[in-house]
């Protein structure tokens, strides 16, 4: 029984010593206050979560209080418009759930916003979304109403009636804290103005230090960034942070380096130093073996990363590697122990 147990400690402390690699730790510079994250669920609805949460950051910065807004209210109101769209430009649009932070403050500013608890759009007591039917029955409606040589005078209020079915009617007006509101006066109360507010970008195929509409699916409305060297980009949006504000940033989350365990990193998959024990073979490896065996090290151990350039990020863009398919929320800065 001895020798049992002591061999079995030996194997622990083996495969402990053995396993044993370094990991981030994190030391939080900059935390600019946020409100609670919420779960947008089963929905392609993250840039409304992330755009609203910036807002509800801007209404912390601005000593307003801690606010719920409505994230399916601005859904809702994106869904109206880009049906309007898809038929002006005959389906020649990206008729899709996904949209943009221009998404979030255009529709502020065109229609105001209400908290949470006057647009929830859950229906039959649910308690998370799920636009997976939803988004189907809109995109085949759409179809079916461009599909014809005429379009009717009454197409939107058959594509109003399926948002109302299963989003619920939008809110004429509402009470918060004992006071009646609307959309846009509950806006001017919360003092949001989108003249605020600015997208920046950074790519090479349009000037600098000038305004273009980035050229992705989900902008739909065409939406100008401000296009700036990918340095100065990012010393903006440091300066922003260590300055109190919070940034709405789209990003590709179907990269390898992203993981579950919380890190986004760019890892540089002809590194030695994230080859392990046998560098040899490892060099020798197809590049897409080598940048899978990565992938699935993010998180777990410290990787060496790239370092971005311009070049490396319009190519990406060009090429189609790396897209805008995720909304987030940065609220600060933190380094890890290689600074």
């Known amino acids: 029984m001895h020798k049992l147990t002591l061999i079995v ?10 396993s044993q ?19 947008q669920a089963s929905t392609s609805t993250c ?24 994230e399916m209210y601005i859904v809702r109101r994106n869904y ?38 006057a647009y929830t759009g859950l229906i039959d007591r649910a308690e998370r979304h799920d636009h997976g039917e939803m988004d189907k029955v809109l995109s085949s409606y759409m179809k079916g109403i461009i599909g014809n040589n005429t379009v009717s005078t009454v197409w939107n209020k058959g594509f109003c009636g399926i948002l109302d079915a299963y989003l619920k009617e939008k809110p004429a007006s509402f009470t918060y804290n004992g006071k009646t ?51 100065e980009m990012m010393a903006a949006i440091d300066n922003a942070i260590m300055k109190g504000y919070t940034v709405a940033w789209a990003s590709d989350v179907s990269e390898g380096g992203f993981s579950r365990q919380g890190i986004a990193i760019v890892p540089d998959e002809n590194a030695a130093e994230n080859a392990g024990t046998d560098q040899t073979k490892w060099l020798g490896l ?19 990363e790239k370092n971005i350039t311009q070049e490396m990020r319009q190519l990406a863009y060009d090429n189609y590697q790396t897209t805008d398919d995720h909304g987030m929320h940065i ?8 600074g």
Request: no cysteine; glycine share 6%.
């Open 9 to 18: 400690v030996a194997l622990f402390i083996s495969v402990s010593l053995f």
């Open 21 to 39: 690699k370094s990991v981030y730790t994190f030391t939080v510079v900059k935390e600019n206050p946020i409100t609670s994250v919420k779960n």
């Open 47 to 70: 840039w409304s979560f992330s755009g609203v949460s910036f807002l509800e950051s801007e209404l912390l910065r601005k000593g307003k209080g801690t606010f719920d807004l409505s």
């Open 80 to 117: 109206e418009d880009k049906a309007e769209k898809y038929v002006r430009t005959h389906g020649h649009l990206n008729f899709a759930p996904g949209g943009s932070f221009a998404d979030v403050i255009e529709t502020l500013d065109e229609y105001g916003i209400v908290p949470d608890d």
């Open 181 to 231: 509101y609307t959309p846009q006066s509950f806006k001017d109360f919360l003092g949001l103005d989108r003249n605020d507010y600015i997208s920046i970008t950074s790519f090479t195929h349009h000037p600098f230090y000038a305004s273009f509409p980035l050229e992705v699916p989900d902008n739909w409305r065409w939406a100008n960034s401000y296009n700036l060297p990918v340095d």
């Open 286 to 304: 197809p590049e897409r073996e080598r940048r899978s065996t990565i992938a699935g090290k993010v998180g777990s151990e410290v990787l060496k």
């Open 331 to 338: 609220y600060g800065i933190a380094n890890d122990q290689n």
